[in-house]
């Protein structure tokens, strides 16, 4: 019995000698893959920090694979933020050059007219300088509307409104444009159709718009406006009966300062995006083709979740 016992106890050491000599090696290998695995973090957030671009993969579920995985996320959100602020910071430039374009070609016209006026005073000249001043004052207010827009500090008051009432009053602000220009609008009364807006801000869109259309519409046209709701949104079109968007015009219509093909002599090209950002601060979209008769088209949807 005792010769039994003291193999067993040596069996039983063996055993546990074994078992700690694979626990050893175990645990040397665990640390050596982590330690090349906290090298390879090091060495991804070094080449992060040059610029460089460096790919991790996660392994597995243990505790460095997910603070590779936050590592990962949190650097990608860092590049898209970089990429942001370095768009913003582009379109910032493109803007004021943009601006300081716009601001030239009034200031020159209003230098002119006023030299021209201490020489020779004309009722010409004077004219001259009120429709630059004019020019000037549209484009400053246009620009601090657009910057409140973006920076989410213009209130709108949005309430249930009736599209033929808000179409209706923004013909009646373009009356005298319209008369000048013997364009007519042609506003169909659909019955009441209601959207959630702000009736001010949303009339300074559309007017725009109808606006844009007058200025494409040869003398003895139209403008027509039309309207429908389904389930999903409420839909305006404004159209014209003018030679419609020169085909490669249309992708950019909508961007600031864009002035396209046919477009109209001192057009500032702002008018089209401060509409666009109004109707899409309200839960809307709004869109241009070229209508079936060949005449520009605008589509504004404004949904109702």
Same mark, same amino acid.
């Given at each position: 019995?005792?010769?039994? &016992?003291?193999?067993?106890?040596?069996?039983?050491?063996?055993?546990?000698?074994?078992?700690?000599?694979?626990?050893?090696?175990?645990?040397?290998?665990?640390?050596?893959?982590?330690?090349?695995?906290?090298?390879?973090?090091?060495?991804?957030?070094?080449?992060?920090?040059?610029?460089?671009?460096?790919?991790?993969? &996660?392994?597995?579920?243990?505790?460095?694979?997910?603070?590779?995985?936050?590592?990962?996320?949190?650097?990608?959100?860092?590049?898209?933020?970089?990429?942001?602020?370095?768009?913003?910071?582009?379109?910032?430039?493109?803007?004021?050059?943009?601006?300081?374009?716009?601001?030239?070609?009034?200031? &020159?016209?209003?230098?002119?007219?006023?030299?021209?006026?201490?020489?020779?005073?004309?009722?010409?000249?004077?004219?001259?300088?009120?429709?630059?001043?004019?020019?000037?004052?549209?484009?400053?207010?246009?620009?601090?509307?657009?910057?409140?827009?973006?920076?989410?500090?213009?209130?709108?008051?949005?309430?249930?409104?009736?599209?033929?009432?808000?179409?209706?009053?923004?013909?009646?602000?373009?009356?005298?444009?319209?008369?000048?220009?013997?364009?007519?609008?042609?506003?169909?009364?659909?019955?009441?159709?209601?959207?959630?807006?702000?009736?001010?801000? &949303?009339?300074?869109?559309?007017?725009?718009?109808?606006? %844009?259309?007058?200025?494409?519409?040869?003398?003895?046209?139209?403008?027509?406006?039309?309207?429908?709701?389904?389930?999903?949104?409420?839909?305006?079109?404004?159209?014209?009966?003018?030679?419609?968007?020169?085909?490669?015009?249309?992708?950019?219509?909508?961007?600031?300062?864009?002035?396209?093909? %046919?477009?109209?002599?001192?057009?500032?090209?702002?008018?089209?995006?401060?509409?666009?950002?109004?109707?899409?601060?309200?839960?809307?979209?709004?869109?241009?083709?070229?209508?079936?008769?060949?005449?520009?088209?605008?589509?504004?949807?404004?949904?109702?979740?």
């Amino acid at each position: 019995m005792k010769g039994l &016992t003291m193999e067993v106890m040596i069996g039983i050491a063996a055993g546990s000698g074994m078992f700690s000599i694979w626990l050893l090696i175990w645990y040397l290998c665990r640390a050596r893959k982590e330690k090349e695995r906290i090298v390879g973090l090091t060495d991804y957030l070094e080449k992060v920090n040059t610029g460089q671009e460096g790919v991790l993969l &996660t392994t597995g579920e243990d505790a460095v694979s997910r603070l590779q995985d936050e590592i990962y996320k949190t650097v990608t959100e860092l590049y898209q933020t970089r990429e942001a602020a370095l768009k913003a910071r582009q379109s910032l430039a493109e803007n004021m050059d943009n601006i300081a374009h716009q601001i030239k070609t009034p200031i &020159t016209s209003l230098s002119l007219s006023v030299q021209m006026m201490s020489e020779a005073p004309s009722s010409e000249h004077l004219k001259e300088i009120r429709k630059q001043i004019s020019r000037l004052t549209y484009l400053e207010e246009s620009l601090l509307l657009l910057s409140r827009i973006d920076a989410g500090i213009l209130f709108f008051n949005k309430k249930e409104v009736d599209v033929f009432t808000v179409l209706t009053l923004a013909a009646d602000n373009l009356q005298e444009l319209f008369k000048k220009a013997d364009v007519s609008v042609q506003i169909p009364e659909l019955g009441e159709m209601l959207i959630l807006a702000d009736m001010d801000w &949303t009339m300074e869109a559309v007017m725009n718009l109808m606006k %844009n259309c007058m200025e494409h519409t040869p003398p003895g046209g139209s403008v027509f406006c039309s309207y429908e709701e389904n389930p999903l949104y409420v839909q305006i079109r404004i159209w014209d009966s003018g030679t419609g968007f020169a085909k490669e015009d249309i992708p950019h219509l909508f961007e600031r300062f864009y002035r396209g093909k %046919n477009a109209k002599a001192g057009s500032i090209g702002i008018g089209l995006s401060l509409a666009k950002a109004i109707v899409e601060r309200q839960n809307g979209t709004i869109a241009a083709e070229n209508s079936a008769d060949k005449g520009a088209c605008f589509i504004i949807r404004f949904y109702r979740h």
